[in-house]
């Protein structure tokens, strides 16, 4: 069968636009009737429904007078207005008048105007279904008060025939005014137990009569039950199942027998009275059933008045039972949605096309006033970098990214909420992992095996290399012990002795260097830190201008030797990598009141302002792919932090770069 068309009302001038009289909407197929001017769409307006009207660009007394007449012909129809002239004062009557759904400022393309078609039908859509509802509501209210006219209609009538039939009006008249009464009561009632309350006092003209019983199933297997012991409104439920009567009628033995034994005391002749459940049944999406249970010890003579009595309210406790019931569920469910929401580890929101939150739970914000899901979670004035929102929207498929958050680092996973298949998504639902221990607990992980290796490669080194040069150094002091101080030939050994002694230097320097983290603290010179340091960079300081002044020998800082020695190598390798071409580079160091300074400066190109912000976080970097991990200048800050200390940058003139430690000191004695 033929998809039934969605009729759109387009006022104005479209040739710019193009549009076929014909063209699918997410599955729906769509008719646009074509109208030059207002006073034209206004007569089509009376006698025929649309699912929006769009206005482009009249005048503007007559466009602003045309939205108004169209809200009261076609309430449920959004309004679209496009225009090039569009004032402030026209936008503020025309949401204020005429509730237009979207102001759209020409030039504009087509995919924008089908973008808004198709949204004003989605809002149409719904206006429907929540006309349905409230129809079926409505339709349920007018039953009662038909009902209520009705009986009030009833007793107006009987009283026509008061004076032929005193005693059987009178007493007809009374029944009837009661049960108006009663309808009226349970009008007010929003709770079981006020409900039954009123029963129970509207039996006790009633001799010999129980409390009443409720009993109700919502589909599954539990039962529960409502009722009155001692004064006092008891509920209780059960997995035992009995069959509910279908009619009204005296409980079957075993019925009674059941209810003795749930309830724990013997039970006298009963009457139960089957309700209807429609409403609720229809929230569920399973079968209702719900019976009233009244103990008695009428006489047979007695219950004809009783059947009577209770037949006449049955429809009106049913359809009470139902509202009360219904709004018990979904308070049920709103409150179970709310808790199960609050109660999730994560930070969770539903966020709109806007980045408003629509929702959040306790851990994403206690108050959130409507803001900007970046307001509220990361109290920035924009978009946080790294957001996947924009991809799940433009794509429609779960997405992920990393932000920041107060030093924290949130793996955020964005799903979007997809009315139909194939449609642009209407919300996205954000969860926020904290990540940050994972992150660091993996930053030291890298480091432990890059260390790892450099101390296994130290060690092979030393290994291999150690030995030789010992028996190398022992044999040139023998050799000098032997030759005279005249001649070249001492003067050469001393020169062989002083090398290899450098060379052992050397290696034991990086042995140092690889060492792992659980070294102790010590108090020891930056200066001594540094020469130790810069050998093992001369393969990457050989194309480069090396100086170093370093003025703090008698001064000493309470640090891990090895730690403070990476900190250093990774500032002076940084710093010869950013010199593309042959550059200088300048290691000094000074003493300022109680610090020790450490200034490692380069000339080269500098840190662009854009990624000054991010580049001591983790994993950041500029270098290609197999060239750096980006750990290196978030690990020295990690480590100086440790020490007490700082480290900042700053961009030389004319160009280059120049890092600062700053450490406390202690002077040596």
């Known amino acids: 069968m033929p998809n039934k068309l969605d009729p759109i009302l387009w006022v104005g001038n479209v040739s710019p636009i193009r549009l076929p009289h014909f063209f699918p909407f997410q599955k729906r197929e769509?008719?646009?009737?074509?109208?030059?001017?207002?006073?034209?769409?206004?007569?089509?307006?009376?006698?025929?429904?649309?699912?929006?009207?769009?206005?482009?660009?009249?005048?503007?007394?007559?466009?602003?007078?045309?939205?108004?007449q169209a809200r009261l012909y076609q309430p449920i129809a959004p309004r679209i207005l496009i225009a090039e002239d569009l004032s402030e004062q026209e936008v503020r009557e025309g949401i204020n008048k005429a509730q237009v759904f979207r102001f759209m400022r020409w030039?504009?393309?087509?995919?924008?105007?089908?973008?808004?078609?198709?949204?004003?039908?989605?809002?149409?859509?719904?206006?429907?279904?929540?006309s349905l509802l409230?129809?079926?509501?409505?339709?349920?209210?007018?039953?009662?008060?038909?009902?209520?006219?009705?009986?009030?209609?009833?007793?107006?009538?009987?009283?026509?025939?008061?004076?032929?039939?005193?005693?059987?009006?009178?007493?007809?008249?009374n029944r009837e005014r009661l049960l108006v009464r009663f309808i009226k009561d349970l009008g007010t009632q929003n709770s079981f137990e006020d409900i039954l309350g009123v029963l129970r006092k509207e039996l006790r003209k009633f001799h010999k009569m129980g409390d009443p019983i409720l009993a109700y199933r919502l589909g599954g297997g539990k039962t529960f039950f409502l009722s009155f012991h001692s004064g006092h409104f008891n509920q209780t439920d059960t997995l035992s199942y009995f069959e509910f009567p279908k009619t009204?009628?005296?409980?079957?033995?075993?019925?009674?027998?059941?209810?003795?034994?749930?309830?724990?005391?013997?039970?006298?002749?009963?009457?139960?009275?089957?309700?209807?459940?429609?409403?609720?049944?229809?929230?569920?999406?399973?079968?209702?059933?719900?019976?009233?249970?009244?103990?008695?010890?009428?006489?047979?003579k007695e219950m004809t008045p009783f059947i009577d009595f209770m037949t006449d309210r049955m429809r009106p406790l049913s359809m009470a039972l139902d509202r009360v019931l219904l709004e018990s569920q979904l308070s049920s469910f709103s409150y179970r949605w709310e808790k199960t929401f609050d109660g999730m580890r994560d930070p969770?929101?539903?966020?709109?096309?806007?980045?408003?939150?629509?929702?959040?739970?306790?851990?994403?914000?206690?108050?959130?006033?409507?803001?900007?899901?970046?307001?509220?979670?990361?109290?920035?004035?924009?978009?946080c970098e790294g957001c996947p929102v924009p991809t799940a929207l433009k794509e429609g498929v779960t997405a992920s990214g990393q932000i920041q958050v107060d030093g924290r680092v949130y793996q955020v996973h964005s799903y979007p909420v997809l009315l139909e298949h194939g449609a642009r998504p209407t919300n996205i639902v954000n969860q926020y992992v904290d990540i940050t221990q994972s992150r660091e607990l993996y930053l030291r992980m890298l480091q432990n095996e890059k260390m790892g290796a450099i101390g296994m490669l130290a060690g092979n080194i030393a290994h291999e290399l150690n030995n030789p040069l010992t028996g190398l150094r022992a044999l040139t002091q023998v050799l000098l012990q032997e030759v005279t101080d005249e001649g070249n030939l001492r003067a050469d050994l001393i020169e062989i002795e002083k090398a290899t002694a450098r060379s052992q230097r050397i290696i034991k320097n990086l042995l140092d260097f690889s060492k792992g983290e659980d070294q102790p603290s010590e108090y020891i010179s930056v200066d001594e830190v540094i020469e130790?340091?810069?050998?093992?960079?001369?393969?990457?300081?050989?194309?480069?201008?090396?100086?170093?002044?370093?003025?703090?020998?008698?001064?000493?800082?309470?640090?891990?030797?090895?730690?403070?020695?990476?900190?250093?190598?990774?500032?002076?390798?940084?710093?010869?990598?950013?010199?593309?071409?042959?550059?200088?580079?300048r290691v000094e160091t000074e003493v300022r009141a109680n610090q020790v300074l450490i200034r490692i400066e380069d000339t080269g190109p500098g840190i662009p302002e854009d990624i000054q912000r991010r580049i001591f976080e983790?994993?950041?970097?500029?270098?290609?792919?197999?060239?750096?991990?980006?750990?290196?200048?978030?690990?020295?800050?990690?480590?100086?932090?440790?020490?007490?200390?700082?480290?900042?940058?700053q961009n030389v003139e004319p160009q280059g770069c120049c890092f600062t430690i700053v450490l406390p000191t202690k002077s040596s004695e």
């Open 248 to 300: 009204a009628e005296v409980p079957s033995p075993e019925l009674i027998r059941y209810f003795a034994n749930h309830f724990g005391r013997p039970f006298i002749r009963a009457y139960a009275v089957p309700l209807e459940l429609r409403l609720t049944s229809h929230l569920v999406g399973d079968e209702g059933e719900a019976i009233l249970c009244i103990e008695n010890s009428l006489s047979d």
């Open 532 to 585: 130790r340091t810069l050998p093992m960079l001369k393969s990457a300081l050989r194309q480069h201008r090396l100086e170093v002044d370093l003025k703090t020998l008698g001064h000493s800082v309470f640090v891990e030797p090895h730690l403070l020695q990476q900190v250093v190598f990774n500032l002076i390798n940084n710093a010869c990598q950013a010199m593309k071409d042959p550059g200088r580079l």
């Open 134 to 173: 409230l129809r079926e509501s409505s339709h349920q209210n007018k039953q009662l008060e038909a009902l209520t006219h009705s009986l009030e209609g009833m007793v107006e009538e009987r009283t026509q025939f008061i004076e032929l039939s005193h005693n059987e009006e009178s007493e007809k008249l």
């Open 30 to 68: 769509v008719e646009i009737v074509f109208r030059a001017s207002c006073a034209e769409a206004l007569s089509l307006l009376k006698t025929q429904k649309f699912s929006s009207i769009l206005v482009q660009d009249p005048r503007a007394e007559d466009r602003l007078e045309f939205l108004v």
């Open 348 to 383: 969770v929101a539903i966020v709109d096309l806007e980045y408003n939150v629509v929702r959040a739970n306790r851990k994403f914000s206690d108050k959130f006033f409507q803001q900007k899901c970046f307001e509220s979670f990361a109290h920035k004035k924009s978009q």
């Open 107 to 130: 030039p504009l393309s087509e995919r924008e105007v089908w973008a808004q078609l198709e949204s004003a039908l989605q809002k149409h859509s719904m206006y429907l279904s929540r």
């Open 618 to 649: 983790p994993f950041f970097t500029t270098k290609k792919e197999g060239h750096g991990t980006g750990l290196g200048l978030s690990m020295s800050k990690s480590i100086i932090e440790k020490f007490g200390g700082t480290i900042q940058f």
